[in-house]
Every structure is written in C-alpha cells, then in structure tokens.
C-alpha cells in the first residue's frame, strides 16, 4: 500500500498545497512550527476521520476559511483509491471514496492503513489508561470493521446510561428504563471485551520477538489485557454497581475503564522499569503494529514517524530505520543529519518553510 499524493486546501497553515510521494522513504524536514505535523496529519484524517491530536474539524481548517479539503490518491493491491474529505466549521464532515459520498466511518476504515508514531507514543506504557485504550482502539478500528461497529455503539449506549443516571436524581420514576440500557452496554462490552483479548494475543506473538532483538536478546517482554470486568462477569457486577452508579452519575464497570500493562523478565515495567525500557517497549509495540497490519491486511501499512528519531538513542534508531524496509514510511524531522549519520536511504526530501514546500 502507497500514498502516491496528498492535496490540501485551506487545512491549517497551508492555502493550498500538493505532494507527491515515493513508495520508499520520504523525509520532511525543517525547523519547528512549520506545518511538517500537518501534512501527517491530514493523512491519518484521511485513514481515520479523526486528527491524532483529538482537534475538532473547526480548528484543523486555516484561520479566516469555512471549510477545509483533503484529497489523497492510493494504490493498493494494484488497485487505485480517491479519497476526499470535505472540513466544515459548523457541520459534520463529508467523505467520499472513489468520488462516491459514504455515511458511516466503516465505509473508509481499512483502506488506508497507518501505524502513526509521535514522541507522544514514547510515554504510553508510563502515562494514563485511556492513551492504551486509545492504542487499542485505533489499531482495531483499522483491522476490524465489526469492532468498530460495537465500539461505536458501545460509547452511545455508555453516554446515554450516563446521561440516565444523573437524569434519575431528579425523576426517579426513569430508574425502570436502566435495564434497557445495561443490556445493551453488556451486549457490545462483551464484544469489545473479547475483541480486545483476542488483539493482545496476537500481538504479544510479535512483540515479544522483536523486543528481544531490540534490547540484545536481553530482555522477553510480554504484554497484559487488563479488563475493568471479565466478560462472564459483566452483568452481575452491573447490577451490583447499580446503587453505586446511581450516586455518582456515572457507569463504573466496563471495557471503558479498561487497560494493558507491560512487563519485561516478570517485572511491571510502568512502575518499575526505567526511563529507557519503558521507551525500548514502545518501541517493539509500534514496530509489532506494522507486522501485525501486515498479517491482518496482508499487505504494509504505511508508517508515518512525526519527529520521533530525535527522542530515541542512536541503537534505536538505527534497530527503527532498518525495520522499516518495505514500508512506505513519511519521516518528519529538524535536520537530515541523524539520518545521513546512519546512512539511511532516502528516496525524496521536502523542505517545509512556513506552509510551503519545497522538493529537494
């Protein structure tokens, strides 16, 4: 899978501007604050629907427009894709695949598949749950168009309880309308309970491998499911929590408070591990996604790395850049010099000065 080119207009600092991408290695490079993030992330809106930094559409679109576009052409398994996204300030966006508009975000899930890594993505196995069920979500999002399908009505069903129960301390004769509710959340919980399982299985298969090798063959490394309630359990410790929910609000059990935790020889390495191996197993997860989207998909997914070559040591930078041969891989960064020190093959270059580019 390819990006063959990328065409803004009116999206962030950019009026209008046209990419044309190699299938191997291309470098962005310029000082910071210039729209290098940008362009990555007009990419994964276009794989996803959704900025990685979790903006609105109102504050992707450049200062002074209504609306913003993105248009990216794809080759995949010999066959060519349009995708075009339509940013309005005051509405809902407009997709469209192949010039056909389509209505829900499973219509586009699975064409253009990303593994994005951001120094952001160096923190998760110390910051909070949510950003590892960020992680899991996304990546399964992309594999699995049912998944998303459950995790979409799941997050509905859960605002709505919410909504229910805060509603009930004023009007308690809604409390007989929870149960309709609670089968719902327990019905697609389930579903994203053992989706997510079933994820960490496979995965734990790839990352295990390739941390070895990344720390010398000195360390194994196992990643952990951590679910807020085992699937079997769900429903009686929903009615058990009922009382407790009702005082505060809010659901207390559920795939919403879920997590994975990350152990290294049997140690947890969240709380124990140092600065360096929380950042090496990272590492193995970002690289064990791109093998994974490759069994999945059986095709690559291409790699959009957003200056984070200046956060790792040189090992691992050197481990990263001969791990991703054979992907089409986007590199933002400061400098080329990290990159001609390790004699990394690059096949374009763009220089990004103040929302322009210029092809080196």
């Known amino acids: ?7 803004l207009q009116n999206f962030r600092n950019y009026k209008t501007l046209k990419l044309d991408f190699d299938r191997g290695t291309n470098i962005l490079y310029g000082d910071n604050a210039q729209g290098k993030t940008n362009i990555l992330e007009a990419i994964y809106i276009s794989g996803t629907t959704k900025s990685h930094k979790g903006c609105k559409d109102r504050d992707i679109i450049r200062f002074g427009s209504d609306e913003s576009h993105i248009r990216i052409m794809i080759e995949k398994q010999s066959q ?12 809902a966006k407009g997709i469209a695949v192949n010039t056909i508009p389509i209505k829900k975000a499973s219509d ?67 409390k007989d309308t929870l149960s309709i509710w609670d089968i719902q959340l327990i019905q697609y919980g389930k579903q994203i309970i053992k989706s997510r399982a079933g994820f960490i299985y496979r995965l734990n298969e790839i990352v295990g491998r390739i941390h070895y090798q990344i720390s010398g063959g000195k360390e194994q490394m196992l990643l952990s499911y951590d679910p807020n309630i085992q699937e079997n359990l769900f429903e009686d410790e929903l009615k058990k929590a009922r009382e407790k929910d009702l005082k505060a609000g ?46 999945v998909m059986k095709d690559a997914p291409v790699l959009l790395l957003d200056d984070v070559l200046s ?12 791990n991703i041969c054979g992907t089409q891989t986007i590199i933002t960064c400061t400098g080329l010099d990290e990159l001609v020190r390790s004699r990394f093959h690059m096949n374009r270059m763009f220089e990004v000065i103040e929302g322009k580019v210029i092809r080196g």
């Open 1 to 7: 899978m390819i990006i063959k080119t990328l065409e």
């Open 80 to 91: 060519q894709f349009r995708l075009d996204m339509h940013l309005k300030k005051n509405k």
């Open 108 to 174: 586009l899930f699975g064409i253009l598949n990303l593994v994005f890594f951001s120094p952001e993505d160096l923190n998760i196995v110390k910051n909070g749950p949510s950003e590892r069920r960020r992680f899991m979500d996304s990546e399964l999002c992309q594999l699995d168009k049912i998944y998303l399908s459950h995790l979409a009505k799941y997050n509905k069903i859960l605002n709505q309880r919410n909504k229910l129960l805060k509603d009930i301390n004023f009007r308690p004769d809604l």
């Open 250 to 295: 809010q659901t207390s059990i559920g795939p919403h408070k879920d997590d994975m935790s990350f152990s290294v020889s049997g140690v947890d390495i969240r709380k124990f591990g140092s600065q360096g191996q929380q950042r090496t197993c990272a590492l193995s997860l970002k690289l064990s996604e791109i093998e994974l989207v490759k069994q």
């Open 311 to 322: 956060e790792l040591d040189s090992n691992r930078q050197n481990y990263l850049l001969k």
